[in-house]
């Protein structure tokens, strides 16, 4: 047990964090959506679709955006990343290609969240589409990041 360390811990939680926000995501617009079109009528998959999407917001904005950035800052000054090591070759260029990318990606989702607030219904599922690629290749610039 002594590979599991305070560390190891704040690494888990970081991407246990980034699996539910981005399973999360996927499991809504790949399998909760599309049967919820097919199979509910109209009022009813409306107010499913936008319950479901509340609830989801909330869980974000409440667990996963708190969870992501204590852990990432976390992470990071325990690697000693300072913002001049973020333009730096290897390390530093990923991991501000990844921030810069996060930030593209809440953008979107908060853009989707307004978007079908207005009834904006394609501009809100480009949006989610947007967020949801965003999300993926947050995921593989992490995987790109040695463990701190």
């Known amino acids: 047990m002594d590979t599991v360390g305070w560390w190891s811990l704040v690494r888990f939680a970081h991407v246990a964090g980034a699996a539910l926000w981005v399973g999360g995501q996927s ?32 869980l974000t ?12 800052w976390a992470m990071a000054w325990h690697k000693g990343v300072t913002w001049a090591s973020l333009a730096e070759p290897g390390y530093g260029r990923t991991l501000a290609a990844k921030l810069v990318l996060f930030a593209v990606v809440m953008l979107a989702a908060a853009g989707h969240a307004i978007a079908h607030s207005k009834d904006r219904t394609e501009l809100a599922r480009a949006l989610a589409v947007v967020a949801l690629a965003g999300s993926l290749g947050v995921v593989l610039l992490a995987t790109a990041l040695p463990a701190t």
């Open 27 to 58: 499991a809504l617009s790949l399998v909760i959506l599309p049967l919820a079109r097919r199979l509910l009528a109209e009022e009813a998959k409306d107010r499913f679709t936008a319950a479901a999407g509340r609830r989801f917001g909330m």
């Open 61 to 72: 904005g409440a667990l996963f955006l708190p969870v992501q950035l204590g852990t990432g």
